[in-house]
């Protein structure tokens, strides 16, 4: 096993020499039991498979130019998020996760998850957690060292059997997503989304329904779990730093005053775009990245990489080293004040002292959907921290102040934190007023069934471009 902890060496090794560092090694919990080999996550890169295919045509729905048609998706979820927080504050976590599994299910299946109580949200976020648990345990890496162990039954390697029940419920989860699509296209009442593109290539590639079932699941779990992750940590951030939250503040003030903040603001806000970039690196989502294997033999600073050695992106180190950022346990935005790249302009930044995150990932394997995430955080970093403070709780019993533990984090292969208080209240009156104006006017967009009732104007997905509503 090689773990690389610094910047440079991700960027010559996985950066450079993507050819041969883009594969992915076995995985025998995580794909095998958990992903019946499916998920598109943990593909070995093999001419057999088909994650060069699954590859290319999530270029095509998370372009540049395709991200740019999610925005009224973005726009709208960030406003129900505010809501939530507004009426139901204590309940912020399940608000965030709420506000990016919405987007991905509206992108990717056509609806939109309207309630942090929709059963499907609950058991997706269940699913996920579970699985997380089950990856990052001691077994799970004995049974990649030690491949004889897998033949032990289920009742003497327990991890075996929760995970197969995992991965029936995920699968049913999938698949009722996917043929319902299927079905309403055969119905004629499809909506614009990813899956419906994905059905379309399905015919042309002759891939099984159970392939076609867990790319459109993995682009839900791609687009949600670490986004929401970062914006959690962004919450508890806040609340250790109250200091960053009223420079923040300071400079919406001056340059929205009571406007409404939105993404015309972004090259006016440096502060806001910075504590946007300094999420990403204090709770980065995968502490180690996902594990790459190299695919021929290799040498590097006179080391001998030999094929099929797997390969650790130590995320958490680079994010945390004090050379690189001084502090690092501090939430400080003034590292990147000066810092104008978006998170693609920085991974594809020569000079690795220039990348400001390695959230996600690097290489040919890196995460296709950063504009979106992008745009998603800055939304609702802006909007939140316009709309309300971020105190701490107050202990009844001893009058002092809580303080969240930032190193108490979730079992699992995310930097998730665990569940904290936090005492959030709408700034004045006005903006609490403001938040249910705006919600107002934007779920005019819905239908009784707090549906889209039309596609965005311009979105290109379902293979036609749709005009802006009439209604």
């Not at 992903?35 to 295919?53: D, E, Q, T």
């Not at 049974?143 to 995992?166: G, N, S, W």
């Not at 099929?308 to 501090?330: L, Q, S, Y």
């Not at 000066?338 to 995150?357: E, F, G, L, V, Y």
Request: proline share 6%; net charge neutral.
């Amino acid at each position: 096993m090689i773990v690389l902890n610094s910047d440079l060496a991700i960027k010559d090794l996985v950066d450079k020499r993507g050819a041969i560092y883009s594969s992915r090694p076995e995985a025998y919990i995580a794909q095998d039991i958990l992903s019946g080999g499916l998920r598109v996550l943990f593909m070995p890169n093999s001419p057999n498979n088909a994650w060069k295919m699954v590859r290319k045509f999530l270029h095509q729905i998370l372009s540049v130019s395709a991200a740019r048609t999610y925005i009224p998706y973005q726009d709208l979820e960030s406003k129900a998020m505010l809501l939530g927080f507004l009426d139901n504050p204590n309940d912020f976590i399940d608000h965030l996760r709420r506000y990016t599994a919405s987007l991905t299910t509206q992108m990717t299946f056509g609806f939109r998850t309207t309630s942090i109580h929709d059963t499907r949200f609950k058991e997706a976020f269940d699913i996920f957690d579970h699985s997380s648990e089950l990856i990052a345990s001691r077994t799970a890496a004995m049974l990649d060292l030690v491949p004889a162990l897998r033949r032990l039954p289920d009742f003497l390697l327990p991890i075996k059997r929760i995970a197969k029940e995992v991965h029936r419920k995920e699968r049913k989860l999938f698949q009722n997503c996917f043929f319902s699509i299927k079905q309403q296209i055969r119905n004629g009442t499809s909506k614009p989304c990813v899956c419906v593109d994905l059905i379309r290539m399905q015919e042309r590639e002759s891939f099984s329904d159970d392939l076609g079932a867990y790319i459109s699941g993995s682009v839900l779990q791609a687009g949600s779990e670490t986004t929401a992750s970062i914006l959690v940590g962004f919450v508890q951030a806040m609340v250790i730093f109250p200091e960053v939250a009223r420079a923040a503040q300071a400079e919406i003030d001056k340059i929205c005053g009571d406007r409404f903040p939105d993404l015309d603001d972004l090259p006016h806000l440096p502060y806001i775009r910075a504590c946007a970039k300094e999420s990403l690196r204090w709770m980065p989502g995968f502490l180690l990245g996902i594990p790459h294997a190299v695919t021929r033999d290799d040498t590097y600073m006179g080391y001998c990489i030999p094929k099929d050695a797997i390969v650790i992106m130590n995320v958490w180190a680079v994010h945390n080293d004090p050379k690189r950022h001084p502090d690092p346990r501090r939430f400080e935005p003034l590292r990147y004040i000066d810092d104008h790249q978006t998170s693609i302009d920085a991974a594809n930044n020569p000079d690795a002292t220039k990348r400001d995150h390695f959230v996600f990932g690097a290489g040919r394997r890196r995460c296709q959907g950063m504009h979106i995430a992008d745009r998603s955080i800055f939304l609702a970093i802006s909007r939140l921290l316009w709309a309300f403070d971020f105190g701490r709780v107050v202990d009844p019993q001893t009058d002092e102040e809580k303080i969240p533990d930032m190193n108490d984090l979730a079992d699992g292969v995310m930097s998730l934190p665990n569940p904290f208080p936090a005492n959030i209240t709408p700034r004045n009156s006005y903006k609490a007023q403001c938040l249910r104006e705006q919600w107002a006017e934007v779920s005019k967009l819905l239908d009784q069934e707090a549906q889209w009732r039309t596609a965005p104007e311009g979105l290109v997905l379902g293979g036609e471009q749709h005009e802006p509503s009439s209604e």
